[in-house]
């Protein structure tokens, strides 16, 4: 196949499976593709934000219905549907970030012989699970790195791990700067935008005391991400102390991750406990919070938790693949073995009973977020990998 030719710009196509993903994770770095000139299409599932976000930024965009689960009829026909799409468009890249749109992406680019065939991994979700489901999908990220002609990780210790169980060769597999999809919007994310009055309407909006020391999660709320054993150290912290509150801002799951009916249950009585629901604005729940907890069994990275650190919070989280990237354990926040509730509750209460270290920890964050994870670095990075990669032909 013949290179790109300088003249005209790179053509990309960027997938995922639902078009939230667009929204919450790749706004800002497909608005500065955009102003780069790269020529960009957009696919996913259908939904107002896809054709939201595409008509915003002046770009194509394609609805293709793709399940999250296994469905081999919907399956079969996005294949196709992608198939054609990749042959009738002739991009030069396509670059998938989601699980299912990665196995269709990958073997669509195959069969329309697309060139360059990219995927980002962002955490696997069969590190968790037992028996034959594990297997099935662990082979899913082996065909993955295989079919696909260039990998990234959002975090150098996910790299590691998926070289290690022997999924993506180290050849293939690398790390744009220190992580992340696209860092953080250090405009967006900065404490004097949200300052403290509006830290103070936050907790007066919540019917949280000034005096109350705020613990925030933001992310999905599922028994992955650690809600139980949160919720479960909160409440031991809550009968030893009484001005102390939990802000949770995010989604339930039901039907992929459902949590226990009694922790369902403290969520909805519990008067200390705040469920926000999703939010286009979590840094304005930021600014009214004392400390950011994320205590999940996995994560790719954990780009919540270097954007709270854009805002000035210290974070504890779980010492697993991903956030151990994410956080600097003594510097920036304290890392906790997974589901360890009372290591969690012992952290959380170092946190809280040092305003000095809290403080210091949180400056410490925020330098951190500025020097390694300024999303413009990181997103001309991602300019310059598709540049490289489309001027070089992929192996099919």
């Not at 595409?54 to 609805?63: D, F, H, R, T």
């Not at 690398?174 to 999809?181: C, E, F, M």
């Not at 919540?206 to 139980?228: A, C, M, P, Y």
Request: charge should be positive; charged fraction near 25%.
């Amino acid at each position: 196949m013949k290179p790109l030719e300088t003249s005209r710009p790179v053509r990309l196509c960027r997938i995922v499976t639902v078009p939230i993903t667009f929204e919450t994770l790749y706004r800002e770095q497909l608005t500065y593709l955009a102003h780069q000139g790269i020529d960009i299409t957009l696919v996913s599932s259908p939904g107002v934000g896809l054709a939201a976000i595409a008509k915003s930024l002046n770009i194509n965009y394609y609805p293709i219905p793709m399940a999250r689960k296994a469905k081999p009829l919907r399956d079969l026909q996005a294949l196709l549907t992608l198939v054609r799409l990749f042959k009738s468009k002739r991009f030069d890249l396509v670059h998938s970030s989601t699980p299912k749109a990665v196995l269709l992406t990958a073997i669509a680019g195959i069969i329309a012989q697309t060139p360059v065939r990219i995927h980002t991994f962002t955490g696997q979700v069969w590190v968790e699970m037992k028996g034959i489901s594990r297997e099935i999908l662990r082979l899913c990220d082996w065909i993955i790195g295989h079919l696909n002609t260039q990998c990234y990780a959002d975090s150098k210790s996910q790299r590691d791990f998926l070289v290690k169980e022997r999924l993506v060769s180290a050849s293939k597999i690398a790390v744009l700067g220190a992580g992340s999809v696209g860092g953080v919007d250090l405009e967006r994310f900065k404490p004097k935008v949200f300052g403290e009055k509006s830290a103070t309407a936050i907790r007066r909006e919540l019917d949280i005391s000034e005096q109350s020391f705020v613990i925030l999660f933001v992310g999905r709320l599922t028994k992955d991400k650690g809600i139980r054993e949160l919720v479960a150290a909160f409440l031991m912290l809550l009968s030893e102390l009484k001005e102390i509150d939990l802000i949770l801002v995010g989604p339930f799951e039901p039907e992929r991750d459902p949590l226990p009916k009694e922790i369902l249950e403290e969520l909805s009585y519990n008067s200390r406990i705040h469920v926000v629901g999703f939010s286009e604005q979590p840094e304005k729940y930021m600014a009214a919070a004392d400390v950011f907890c994320l205590p999940s069994y996995r994560e790719g990275f954990g780009s919540v938790i270097v954007e709270a650190a854009a805002m000035g919070l210290p974070s504890v989280a779980s010492r697993v693949t991903g956030l151990v990237d994410a956080v600097v354990h003594g510097e920036t926040g304290l890392l906790v073995q997974p589901k360890d509730v009372d290591a969690l509750k012992h952290a959380l209460r170092r946190m809280l009973s040092s305003p000095k270290i809290r403080h210091q920890m949180g400056r410490s964050a925020r330098r951190r977020a500025i020097r390694d994870f300024d999303s413009r670095a990181i997103n001309q990075l991602v300019v310059e990998e598709y540049k490289k990669l489309a001027t070089r032909p992929g192996i099919l």
